[in-house]
């Protein structure tokens, strides 16, 4: 399963979607995410309203809590396919304020290529034909 950005940090900052995040992790054996989600996570938890911290320091916390859990950071499929899959649902669902974010399109594109689900509660990648947990 391909564990997003949102899915990182809510766990990480025990937000109220913590719970069902959790419990569908723990039914995977083999969970992964990619460099880009993990960016920003760390880009999200260095705010001053989550970790207050330097970049460098969320990297340290994020690496360690996916280390902890058993999820990898690795890179998946070709570079060519992952960009046409990004591309390909932005044209169908956007980008931008009310769409998809950049970074949600290539979250996307990596489940795709990896024929994974996707963990993630985020509303319009819901509403893409990504196959999604909880």
Known sequence: MFVDACAIVSM????DTAEAYETALLRDDAPFTSPLAAWEAIIVLSRPDQLDCLYGEAEGAVVEWLDARGIDIRESGSPRELLHYAVAVAE???IGRRYLSNFDCFHYAYAR???QPLLTLDQLLKDTDADTLP
């Open 12 to 15: 990480m900052a025990g937000e």
């Open 92 to 94: 169908r669902h956007g």
């Open 113 to 115: 290529v990896m024929e």
